[in-house]
């Protein structure tokens, strides 16, 4: 079974913190993306990586950095965390066919 | 105009009632749609997925994807209430493109 997994499910962060939030997958996949869960707003891409050390915009990377030094971790940093950063994280993978595998969540809040 | 609209709902449904969840979309150069099952609080996973137009069946849920009407339906037969979970459509260009385009997602919930 592939798994990818988001090391933190629960955070509660200050505003101006800067957050990692980690990501591993263990299939080998290629490629590896962040996306934010809101309600109304369903699942919009931050960013997303096809390689080691290669990253990608996607649709909303403001505020938002990746950092992507081996083939099965991707992290996500939020160098100085705001409230309208409260939100679900969720992390994904794939190969070259169709499938994206998402991870648990990480529920993120910043007060 | 969002690029997939899918009524949010929520949606509630008898046990053993045949469910339809659909999606529109806009964008022609959409080939690959797929549908996920997300359970609160989880992360999505993939249902079913199908390459242009066309019916596929897997067990009690069949996709169906009409590319003249720009239009896709999940039917789940004979509910039941382990399949209360919010279903997400989503659609690609190409096998390869990574870049998935999700709908907000329909709420369903299977009263026993």
């Known amino acids: 079974d592939v798994k990818v997994t988001q090391s933190s499910r629960y955070l509660v962060k200050r505003t101006g913190e800067k957050v990692f939030l980690e990501c591993v997958q263990d299939?080998?996949?290629?490629?590896m993306f962040w996306y934010r869960q809101d309600p109304g707003l369903g699942l919009r891409l931050i960013y997303f990586s096809y390689d080691v050390k290669m990253k990608e915009k996607g649709d909303i990377p403001e505020g938002y950095s990746v950092s992507r030094e081996k083939k099965e971790r991707f992290s996500l940093i939020l160098e100085s965390a705001s409230t309208n950063q409260t939100s679900m994280y969720l992390c994904?993978?794939?190969?070259?066919?169709?499938?994206?595998?998402f991870g648990e969540g990480s529920w993120l809040t910043v007060v | 105009q969002k690029e997939v609209e899918q009524d949010p709902g929520p949606l509630s449904v008898p046990e053993g009632a045949i469910v339809s969840l659909n999606c529109t979309y806009s964008?022609?150069?959409?080939?690959?749609f797929m549908w996920y099952r997300q359970y609160s609080r989880k992360g999505p996973e993939l249902l079913m997925y199908?390459?242009?137009?066309g019916n596929k069946e897997d067990g009690r849920f069949t996709a169906q994807v009409d590319k003249s009407s720009k239009y896709i339906s999940l039917f789940i037969r004979d509910s039941q209430p382990s399949d209360s979970a919010t279903y997400l459509c989503a659609m690609k260009v190409a096998r390869g493109y990574q870049k998935v385009t999700f709908g907000t997602g329909t709420k369903l919930q299977v009263i026993p």
């Open positions: 299939m080998d996949h290629e490629n």
């Open positions: 964008n022609s150069a959409f080939q690959y």
């Open positions: 199908t390459y242009s137009s």
């Open positions: 994904a993978s794939s190969g070259s066919g169709n499938t994206i595998y």
